[in-house]
C-alpha cells in the first residue's frame, strides 16, 4: 500500500532555478491537494484538483503551478525559485470532501 | 468564512488524560476533522464528527456539538508518543480543509 508518494524527500535550489515535485496516489482518490508548511506554522494550501483536468487555487498559489492530467498524479512546478518558497510541501488526497486527506511524507526544500 | 479557537500549548505527563477543546465559527458546517501531526511529520488523520456525541476509537475520542460549536479531543493513558500538535479541521461546504497550528501536547514522564 504505496497510498501518497512525493519525490524527492529533499531538495535544495538556487534562487531563480525552478522545479518539479512530483506527487502520485494510489487510492483512487478523486480530490487532490498541495500544502505548504513553514517552521512553527499551519498548513497552507497552495492549489488543489477535484479531479483529472481540472485545478484551483488555494490560499498561496502565487509563485506555483500545477497539472492533474491523471487521477493519479499531481505535480507541482516551481518556476522561479525565490528565498520566501523554502518549506516543507506536502501531497494529499481524499476520496471527497467529507472524507480524510491521506498525506505524503513531504519534500524538505530549500531555496540558496 | 472560519474561525477556529484552539489552546497553542498543552503538557500533561504519561498516563494522564488531557482533553483538547476546540470551539469554532463556520459556515456550510458539514463535520470536524481531527488530526495529529508529529514534529517534522505529515499530518494524520484521528476522527471525523458529523453528528453531535462522542465517538471513541482506542485511547481517543473525539466529541461535538454542533449548536455550540464546540469539540473537544480526549486522550486517555497518555504515552510519550502522544507529544505531538493536535489539529481541530472543520469540514465546510465547497472549500478545501482550513488546517491551522493546532495545539502542541508536551507528554513528560
Known amino acids: 500500500n504505496a497510498g501518497v508518494t512525493q519525490t524527492p524527500k529533499f531538495r535544495i535550489l538556487k534562487i531563480g532555478q525552478s522545479m518539479t515535485l512530483q506527487c502520485a496516489q494510489d487510492?483512487?482518490?478523486?480530490?487532490m491537494y498541495w500544502y505548504r508548511q513553514d517552521p512553527g506554522m499551519g498548513l497552507k494550501l497552495i492549489y488543489y484538483?477535484?479531479?483529472?483536468?481540472?485545478?484551483d487555487k488555494g490560499e498561496v498559489p502565487n509563485g506555483y503551478n500545477v497539472s492533474r492530467s491523471t487521477t493519479e498524479d499531481f505535480p507541482l512546478r516551481l518556476e522561479l525559485a525565490a528565498p520566501s518558497q523554502t518549506s516543507v510541501y506536502f501531497c494529499?488526497?481524499?476520496?471527497?470532501?467529507?472524507?480524510?486527506?491521506?498525506f505524503g511524507d513531504g519534500t524538505r526544500l530549500s531555496i540558496l | 468564512g472560519q474561525n477556529i479557537d484552539q489552546p497553542t500549548e498543552m503538557t500533561a505527563t504519561e498516563g494522564a488524560i488531557v482533553q483538547i477543546n476546540c470551539t469554532y465559527q463556520?459556515?456550510?458546517?458539514?463535520?470536524l476533522f481531527w488530526y495529529q501531526q508529529h514534529a517534522g511529520e505529515a499530518p494524520t488523520f484521528l476522527s471525523y464528527?458529523?453528528?453531535?456525541g462522542l465517538e471513541e476509537k482506542g485511547r481517543f475520542s473525539s466529541f461535538l456539538s454542533r449548536s455550540k460549536g464546540y469539540s473537544y479531543l480526549l486522550l486517555k493513558e497518555l504515552q510519550m508518543k502522544d507529544s505531538a500538535s493536535y489539529l481541530c479541521?472543520?469540514?465546510?461546504?465547497?472549500?478545501?480543509?482550513?488546517f491551522g497550528k493546532g495545539t502542541t501536547l508536551s507528554v513528560s514522564s
Open positions: 463556520t459556515s456550510g458546517f458539514n463535520g
Open positions: 479541521v472543520p469540514n465546510q461546504a465547497g472549500t478545501a480543509l482550513i
Open positions: 484538483s477535484v479531479g483529472a483536468g481540472i485545478t
Open positions: 487510492m483512487n482518490h478523486n480530490y
Open positions: 494529499a488526497s481524499s476520496l471527497g470532501t467529507g472524507q480524510p486527506q491521506h
Open positions: 464528527n458529523v453528528l453531535d
